[in-house]
């Protein structure tokens, strides 16, 4: 009778813990059930009030306000539906979104990153494609709407374009006795040893964060290898044309006249003062190599929080012999995209967002590259319109290759180049290196 | 679980008479003669502790077990984190991270700190802790400082190291000054000097949480000994050899298995100071670091789940070695082995 209590008792306690993990597994499963149940085109409803949810990355300044006001304007517009924003600290945001996604909690519209996380979004069926009108496609653009196209489909509205160049400023050019912008590799050599003797770092890098090195050698390969090539990649993820090897010999050169600030493995691309954007906001160093974000970024870390005023751009020199473009430019682009899930009001927010008044405030706000041409007469900074002259001149525009060969190869690539500046490994170590990660993802 | 393997034992006790383990209830109580009355107050009892203890392991196996069962599973696919897992590559992650030489490199960064921590931090922190055993002026303020860098968060140390050990930093700038720039070195990016500057932030960092454990160790030796050796003539040297080391013996023993086991997880200074990229370039980079870059930076989550279980099995191995072989006389009486009293 004693043991029979006991058991029971035991008996209770195992229920209660099956029962944990029951929910617990329950719980999980459940998400991955309604995961696999494949995407409905748009499940929303008409008619009554909606309220549409917004994941963007802007959490302060004009950036934050770009966003109520286009909410504000949206909802006078349409009555019925509520566009509620919310702010999500850039860093936090792909954790946060992946998990969303996965729970069946997806906010409606988001930011998207674009490359090989869209398409893991699209192989889950976790977001829709757009069935744009001829309005948006005018509004957005060919050459954008490309880069948001999966197998005929888009999915994602872009909003801006964010070309890569050469960010530098223009009274230590001066001091330095530079004329006139390098065109050439050899050029930039040549005022790289002219920067040096004015005690400046010639040019700015944060190889700490794997990335911004990553993209010297991305800008390369753009010189060195042909449209074809690199878009041939995506699918086949091999690096064997000699392109590649190329374009790593030809970083490895740039590399033996010192281009780079002291320290430049340990150094970070945006933190501080001491980071690559804060060396260029203070004049110790003359050039980085980025994206359009840059003059923001600069922008803060200057002494007095005010843009930097002789901030200027060019593109990225060409290459003697390459394969590419000697035009062809290197960038990424914004865009956002629909969950599932998302009413089809939510849609009807996204054309508002390409429209002539909105696009011109969102560039304002962002400081940025409009993606409707409309609105491109509002760039007037001296940086902007240098890189949205040469982003118009250009054949064909690339995304960042570690976007547009997917994290898995990216985060490998960027890693290769920088034990490539490290002088741990050589050009070829790069490609192999690339090589094998294919096999972990 | 001890619910289970102390069973017999209890019972064995009670037909004795004697009052056992699970029965605090009764015991409380004088002496009930009916045997109903004990079965309903055991019952009561296991009841009790069925429901006191249930939070506790509902949230062990929420938040513990269920996650590393979850790890183990998604170890066998090839999974990118977005729906459901559904490519099975069996044991190909673990084939891959086996032959994968950045995972021998974090392998060896791992055992060379752990090793050198042993041997760096072990003989100081003893020192220091019987230096500070004595009675000196200044002693609470030297104890306080010792102890402060173990106070202060990971994140913050490593930003401030990272800062004043960059090549245009505030300690190369220190050497130039005092005209010892043939000193100046990148300590942070020459693959040479990197693990030993990652040395000595950890030997900095952790010495005071030694030096107090010690301290604490020397504290529970009982002054009579000293006294009886200083009577018999023995020096002060013969006293700490003879007396105080092996009295510090289970103190030391459990302050190198902490610290084994933190090496083993060595993760925020090196991911503060160097990032998950350029550890692995400075030679600095451990088995964490590299679950991350491979994990989650490269978004192959499967992939991630099986470094966390190998480094998880390396860490279970590594502690119950330890705890077999070394702290077993320590903690004798402390653990149940196998039902046997």
Redesign the interface.
Known sequence: ??RK??T???T??VA??GL??AL?ATG?AGG??D??SSSGSGSGSSGGNVTVTVWENATNGPGAAYWKNAAAQYHTLHPNVTIKIQSIQNEDFDGKL?TA??SNSAPDIFMQRGG??MQ??V????IQPLNLTATDQANTGAAALAASTLDGKVYAMPTDTQPEGIYYSKDLFKKAGITSTPTTIADLEADVAKLKAIKVAPIAVG????WPAAHWYYNFALRECSQSVMTDVVKSLKFTDPCWTKAGTDLASFLKVSPFQ??F????SQQGA?SSAGMLANHKAAMELMGNWDPGVIASLTPNQKPLPDLGWFPFPTVPGGQGAPTAIMGGGGGFSLSKNAPKEAFGFLEFLVTKDQQEAYAKAFDTIPINKQAQEVVTDSYNVSALQAFNKAPYSMQFLDTEY???VG??L??AI??LM?G?TDAAGVVKATS??A??? | MSDTLGTDAAESRRSQGTPGVGDVVESASPAPSRAGVRRRGRARARIEITVMSAPAILMFLAFVIFPVALAAYYGFYRWHGYGAATDWVGLNNYKLIFTDPAFHSVLWHNGVVLVLSLVLQGPVAIVLALLLNRKMRGRALIRVLIFVPYVISEVIVGTGWGLMLQANGAINDLLGHIGLSSLQADWLANPHLAIWTLMVIISWKYIGFAVILMLAGLQSIPEELFEAAQIDGASYWQIQRRITLPLLGPTIRIWAFLSIIGSLQLFDLVYIIWGPYVAGTAGTSTMAIYMIGQGRNAGNFGYGSAIAVVMFLISLVVALIYQRFVLRRDLKGAVTEGGVV
């Open positions: 009778m004693a209590t006991r029971k008792a035991r209770t306690a209660a813990i944990g993990i617990a999980c991955g059930s995961n696999s992946q996604l996965n090989g996380k893991a979004m192989d889950a069926g976790q190889a700490k964060d794997a002291n320290g493995l340990t150094t970070s001491g997917g994290q898995n985060n490998a960027n890693t920088v034990n490290a741990k094998d990660a096999a972990k993802g």
